[in-house]
């Protein structure tokens, strides 16, 4: 079947512009999660989604950073004004429940170049 | 707040030859721990996760990791290392006390195989 699908997979934008990254999750997952994977970082978690809420926002850097989910489906990261230190890989995962233990599968990501 | 140390940023192994990435963390109980691997310009695949019981962990692509409790740490091995195995690898921690699963990764360790 189907993997976690993100579109684009290159975005190349300008400081002070916003973009919007998305993440399509393996169908009938319930939870999806956002990472952010920085040059020389490990992988930096953003923001959990439980179907279409996100009980868990503390990851997000700053107030620029939103994301949305709906129909329990496909998310939505967007980053506003964006900010060369924004520049990075965005990494989604879902997983069947979010519950311990449960695997998380990964999408490509989008690589973000913010000039 | 619980961590992950990959103290190797790269290693190289020559092709056929035995492989250990290292993998320490800090949390008070036992976590979920799981390896993963990312090729070049492609998402994480999980290897292998260990959750309770035998500590040795079998998983993908010829790959095992040993839990010790005594000295938080959960290595990754493999006895003979084959080209295609050149990846990044990421050691994380579901610390389970969030009421979901969140994964805490390290840095990350680059594999590099000699010919």
């Known amino acids: 079947g189907a993997g976690v699908s993100q579109s684009p997979s290159n975005k190349v934008t300008e400081k002070g512009k916003d973009v919007e990254l998305r993440c399509d999750p393996i169908s009938g997952h319930t939870a999806l999660y956002w990472y952010r994977q920085s040059l020389g970082q490990g992988l930096e978690f953003l923001i959990y989604?439980?179907?279409?809420?996100?009980?868990?926002k503390s990851g997000l850097p700053s107030d620029r950073f939103s994301a949305e989910r709906t129909g329990g489906s496909v998310s939505t990261l967007t980053i506003q004004r964006t900010q060369q230190e924004d520049s990075a890989v965005y990494l989604c995962?879902?997983?069947?429940?979010?519950?311990?233990?449960?695997?998380?599968?990964f999408g490509p990501g989008t690589r973000l170049l913010v000039l | 707040a619980q961590s992950v140390t990959q103290p190797d940023i790269h290693i190289t192994v020559s092709e056929g030859a035995s492989l250990e990435l290292r993998c320490n963390y800090s949390?008070?109980?036992?976590?979920?721990l799981f390896w993963y691997v990312q090729s070049p310009g492609q998402g994480l695949q999980l290897l292998l996760k260990?959750?309770?019981?035998?500590?040795l962990v079998q998983g993908i692509k010829g790959f095992e990791a040993e839990f010790k409790r005594s000295q938080s740490s959960f290595n990754l091995r493999k006895p003979s290392v084959h080209w295609s195995d050149a990846a990044e690898y990421f050691c994380?921690?579901?610390?389970?006390?969030?009421?979901?699963?969140?994964?805490?990764f390290g840095t990350g360790t680059r594999l590099l195989v000699s010919p």
């Open positions: 949390y008070g109980a036992t976590p979920y």
């Open positions: 995962a879902s997983s069947l429940q979010p519950r311990g233990g449960e695997t998380q599968y």
């Open positions: 260990y959750f309770s019981g035998d500590t």
């Open positions: 989604f439980q179907g279409n809420s996100a009980p868990d």
């Open positions: 994380a921690v579901d610390t389970l006390n969030t009421g979901f699963q969140k994964l805490v």
